[in-house]
């Protein structure tokens, strides 16, 4: 194994990455042993080779290798285990193989390799994977933080305390801006992005609409009325605002839920086809999305169409938004336009209400 953690350690400078090693530790008082173990817990990842031997158990009984396996563990490392094919293992190796296993389905990862001649590669893909593991994950967590801002944010000046609204936010979980310099310099884009939200059933083809760039944003709006309104942001996040009111005396405070429903399901085909638009290199495979609801103050959830003029008050003591669910919920794209995804961010708009005493 000597051999194959040579290549090891080359694959790793080959990434720019500084490999740390039993045999890199300098001497030290501790000893070399504790040494590594102490420096084991700062490393971003350990890269395990799990060959046929188990190696001499040391003093707590276990493989020195085993030992900094259990170690990574306890420390939160993340362990990339790149297992030998073609091999006898021994009994308490192929034992160790099926703890290290049984950490892949929380999160671990893994790899395969046959002889020193090719762990270097398997290494490399092995890294570069887990490199791009960690930038999804950025991305996502930074979508999310967008998602939460976008719905958070305050109502828009002239509408009434009574109107019912919902705002849904749907935002794709990339590490770049869709929309560029070059993008917003073209001058039919908001007039098409106008059009899209007529495809998807927001605004008859009765209303007029106005569509420019505004602080790099994309913003569509109705000439006649305040809602609809969607903007598109520069990392591709749609949000579309849409009434749900009912009909009938004080139906400004009731959320009706079939025209809830159906403004969920138009913002979520809306936003697949903005990105349709403006992903030039189809990168959009997964996305955040939520709903809120402006100034929910005295406003109530109707599971029903509405009618009449009897309804029970809402809630006075919440905030000035109220988010379904506090945290975005994941979906894949392909995913978007399924009655499933529509399905549940209704319900949580719904569970929302019932959270704070305001279904009708």
Same mark, same amino acid.
């Given at each position: 194994?000597?051999?194959?953690?040579?290549?090891?350690?080359?694959?790793?400078?080959?990434?720019?990455?500084?490999?740390?090693?039993?045999? !890199?530790?300098?001497?030290?008082?501790?000893?070399?042993?504790?040494?590594?173990?102490?420096?084991? #817990?700062?490393?971003?990842?350990?890269?395990?080779?799990?060959? =046929?031997?188990?190696?001499?158990?040391?003093?707590?009984?276990?493989?020195?290798? %085993? %030992?900094?396996?259990?170690?990574?563990?306890?420390?939160?490392?993340?362990?990339?285990?790149?297992?030998?094919?073609?091999? %006898?293992?021994?009994?308490?190796?192929? +034992?160790?193989?099926?703890?290290?296993?049984?950490?892949?389905?929380?999160?671990?990862?893994?790899?395969?390799?046959?002889?020193?001649? @090719?762990?270097?590669? #398997?290494?490399?893909?092995?890294?570069? @994977?887990? +490199?791009?593991?960690?930038?999804?994950?950025?991305?996502?967590?930074?979508?999310?933080?967008?998602?939460?801002?976008?719905?958070?944010?305050?109502?828009?000046?002239?509408?009434?305390?009574? @109107? =019912?609204?919902?705002?849904?936010?749907?935002?794709?979980?990339?590490?770049?801006?869709?929309?560029?310099?070059?993008?917003?310099? @073209? =001058?039919?884009?908001?007039?098409?992005?106008?059009?899209?939200?007529?495809?998807?059933?927001?605004?008859?083809?009765?209303?007029?609409?106005?569509?420019?760039?505004?602080?790099?944003?994309?913003?569509?709006?109705?000439? %006649?009325?305040?809602?609809?309104?969607?903007?598109? !942001?520069?990392?591709?996040?749609?949000?579309?605002?849409?009434?749900?009111?009912?009909?009938?005396?004080?139906?400004?405070?009731?959320?009706?839920?079939?025209?809830?429903?159906?403004?969920?399901?138009?913002?979520?085909?809306?936003?697949?086809?903005?990105?349709?638009?403006?992903?030039?290199?189809?990168?959009?495979?997964?996305?955040?999305?939520?709903?809120?609801?402006?100034?929910?103050?005295?406003?109530?959830?109707?599971?029903?169409?509405? !009618?009449?003029?009897?309804?029970?008050?809402?809630?006075?003591?919440?905030?000035?938004?109220?988010?379904?669910?506090?945290?975005?919920?994941?979906?894949?794209?392909?995913?978007?336009?399924?009655?499933?995804?529509?399905?549940?961010?209704?319900?949580?708009?719904?569970?929302?209400?019932?959270?704070?005493?305001?279904?009708?």
């Amino acid at each position: 194994m000597a051999a194959a953690r040579d290549q090891t350690r080359l694959a790793v400078e080959s990434l720019a990455m500084a490999p740390v090693m039993f045999e !890199t530790v300098p001497a030290s008082a501790e000893g070399s042993r504790r040494e590594l173990l102490d420096r084991l #817990a700062e490393c971003d990842l350990v890269i395990l080779l799990l060959g =046929a031997e188990y190696g001499e158990p040391a003093a707590r009984g276990i493989s020195p290798t %085993e %030992e900094e396996f259990d170690h990574a563990v306890s420390n939160g490392v993340p362990v990339l285990a790149l297992v030998q094919d073609d091999v %006898e293992r021994e009994s308490a190796q192929s +034992k160790f193989l099926g703890r290290v296993r049984g950490t892949w389905e929380e999160g671990g990862f893994t790899g395969r390799f046959v002889c020193a001649q @090719d762990v270097g590669l #398997a290494v490399v893909r092995a890294l570069n @994977d887990w +490199k791009e593991r960690q930038g999804r994950s950025d991305a996502t967590g930074a979508a999310a933080r967008l998602a939460v801002d976008l719905a958070s944010a305050d109502a828009r000046r002239g509408h009434g305390q009574y @109107d =019912a609204q919902l705002r849904t936010v749907i935002v794709p979980t990339l590490d770049r801006p869709l929309l560029d310099a070059v993008s917003l310099g @073209d =001058a039919g884009l908001p007039d098409n992005i106008g059009m899209l939200m007529r495809m998807s059933g927001l605004v008859g083809n009765e209303i007029g609409l106005t569509a420019a760039v505004l602080e790099r944003r994309i913003v569509v709006s109705s000439r %006649e009325q305040e809602v609809p309104r969607g903007f598109v !942001t520069p990392t591709g996040g749609v949000v579309v605002e849409v009434s749900v009111a009912s009909q009938g005396m004080m139906g400004g405070s009731i959320l009706e839920g079939p025209r809830v429903r159906d403004a969920i399901s138009r913002a979520l085909s809306f936003a697949n086809r903005v990105w349709g638009r403006i992903d030039q290199r189809d990168e959009v495979r997964d996305c955040l999305a939520m709903t809120a609801v402006p100034e929910p103050a005295q406003k109530t959830f109707s599971d029903e169409t509405h !009618t009449g003029n009897r309804i029970t008050m809402g809630s006075m003591s919440t905030g000035p938004v109220l988010l379904a669910p506090q945290q975005p919920i994941q979906f894949r794209r392909a995913d978007l336009e399924r009655a499933e995804t529509t399905n549940r961010l209704y319900a949580e708009t719904r569970q929302a209400f019932a959270d704070i005493g305001s279904l009708q």
